[in-house]
């Protein structure tokens, strides 16, 4: 009989402040974020790669500070906001010529009118393609704070969040078993995550450190990294 194909949800991602944990590659960003201490110029940049917690920290900011939240993609196109506002801006790498003009112009708004902008990227401000001058040296002149990829600890606690976003609750082992033996990153987590959520759709079975050695064996139908 044909195993039967499962149907993906997105999973309902959690972005409270309970849902955010606190480890060493991290923690210098999240204490600039949510700390009281005021920012050089009233701006940070956050950068790290996806799923580190960049739109999670921006998310906790605005609810602390009533502030607005601007897609880089579409700056050029957003409601201008009062000069003190609070803004944050995500997805640097994003932005298109007409959102650096864009951006260059709110930078020095806020800045003026007393406002804070909280702007997050991919990579640090130096390695951002951005071909307006002007910008380029003031994003490379703003304080910044990366997040580099989790050690153990916070991948425990990231698959933990992650299988709880997605509903799963998986048997006792399986947290430590992955998280000796996945890549040290984000989207490691994410992606096996992901795999034994369909695996276990797939197989109508919970999330067993037996499923888990079969997926990083590449035994799965979907295969997995020793498939590769």
Avoid: C
Avoid at 181 to 209: C, F, N, P
């Amino acid at each position: 009989m044909a195993r039967q194909l499962p149907l993906h949800l997105p999973p309902d991602v959690r972005l409270g402040a309970a849902d955010f944990f606190v480890g060493a590659p991290n923690r210098a960003a999240y204490e600039l974020v949510t700390g009281p201490a005021p920012w050089p110029e009233g701006k940070l940049l956050v950068h790290g790669p996806a799923g580190a917690g960049k739109s999670h920290l921006a998310r906790l900011w605005l609810e602390s500070v009533g502030g607005a939240r601007i897609d880089a993609r579409r700056i050029e196109d957003a409601p201008r906001p009062p000069d003190d506002a609070a803004v944050a801006v995500e997805d640097l790498q994003r932005l298109t010529p007409d959102g650096e003009v864009a951006l260059f112009h709110l930078h020095n708004r806020l800045r003026q009118g007393g406002g804070r902008l909280l702007m997050t990227a991919d990579r640090p401000a130096a390695r951002l393609a951005v071909a307006l001058p002007d910008l380029a040296s003031r994003l490379q002149g703003t304080l910044a704070a990366g997040i580099g990829d989790p050690d153990e600890m916070l991948t425990l606690a990231l698959l933990a969040k992650l299988f709880s976003d997605r509903g799963l609750a998986p048997a006792p082992g399986v947290l430590s078993y992955l998280a000796a033996r996945i890549g040290r990153s984000h989207a490691a987590a994410a992606e096996a995550v992901a795999a034994l959520d369909a695996a276990s759709l797939a197989r109508k079975s919970a999330v067993t450190v037996p499923l888990a050695r079969a997926w990083l064996s590449g035994d799965l139908d979907s295969g997995g990294p020793g498939a590769r």
